[in-house]
């Protein structure tokens, strides 16, 4: 994970918001106390819906009271997880990412909020009745990715719900991605190949795709037998996964 540290902490530490959520008023170039407010009433916009949709695909309102949320940069839907809940465990690999959610959650006077950095989750004997991860695991490459994604899953308590965002389908054609996967590459040089050639320097976010059937399969191995689907569409096609973590088939 070591790459992917110093691509986000770079992130963090020039331009967080807009890398959490990619509009340009989030630039940091842009970026002021009216943008800085929209960021993080669509964080609430997203919980709302996102009780909704546990209600609608389980049949009852969530009342989790141990809550993660992997990959929270600057907590723009950590801090409204934080209003639903007891405790709000945000996670992320950027420690300018944690260090700005954690000034964000005492501003407003947010006290059952805990920040860590991802190792340490992933080491941790922690667990959890709800976990949440939306447009993050997409930016993992899914040899390190797949891990996650059991590591989490195996932190839920039995009986505990989650909702897990991942990317399946990229569109792109491949002249496009693999122009893609060339900017990657060029690391540091970047803002100087864009400066060259009269370009905006707005930051590069890796975005990888996954196996539906392989994911599936895992959660299935894992005891998530109750699962639902929402289909995303970021640019790059993708599921919501929300899960029931039960332990037992239900075959009526």
């Known amino acids: 994970m070591e790459k992917g540290k110093k691509v986000w902490e770079s992130l963090g530490a020039t331009d967080a918001y807009f890398a959490v959520y990619s509009v340009e008023k989030y630039l940091d170039s842009n970026l002021d106390e009216s943008a800085k407010h929209d960021f993080f009433d669509s964080g609430r916009e997203h919980v709302v819906k996102l009780w909704q949709d546990?209600?609608?695909f389980f049949g009852f309102v969530p009342k989790p009271k141990?809550?993660?949320?992997?990959g929270c940069g600057v907590g723009r839907l950590l801090l409204a997880l934080a209003e639903r809940t007891e405790l709000a465990v945000g996670v992320d690999i950027s420690e300018s990412m944690l260090q700005e959610a954690e000034k964000q959650s005492k501003e407003r006077g947010i006290e059952n909020v805990d920040l860590m950095e991802t190792?340490?989750?992933l080491n941790s004997q922690l667990s959890f009745d709800m976990i949440h991860s939306f447009v993050v695991i997409q930016h993992i490459d899914p040899s390190e990715g797949m891990k996650i994604i059991q590591r989490l899953v195996e932190m839920l308590d039995e009986d505990g719900i989650?909702?897990?965002?991942?990317?399946?389908?990229?569109?792109?054609?491949?002249?496009?991605?693999?122009?893609h996967q060339v900017t990657g590459k060029l690391g540091s040089l970047r803002p100087i190949v864009n400066r060259i050639r009269g370009r905006n320097t707005i930051p590069w976010i890796p975005i990888y795709t996954y196996n539906m059937d392989s994911v599936l399969e895992l959660l299935r191995s894992l005891g998530c037998y109750n699962i639902s689907i929402k289909f995303t569409d970021h640019g790059v096609v993708g599921a919501m996964i929300f899960l029931q973590k039960s332990g037992t088939v239900d075959y009526s």
């Open 54 to 56: 546990f209600e609608k």
């Open 119 to 121: 190792s340490e989750l």
């Open 66 to 70: 141990k809550v993660l949320d992997f």
């Open 162 to 179: 989650g909702m897990l965002h991942i990317t399946f389908h990229d569109p792109m054609p491949t002249v496009k991605k693999i122009k």
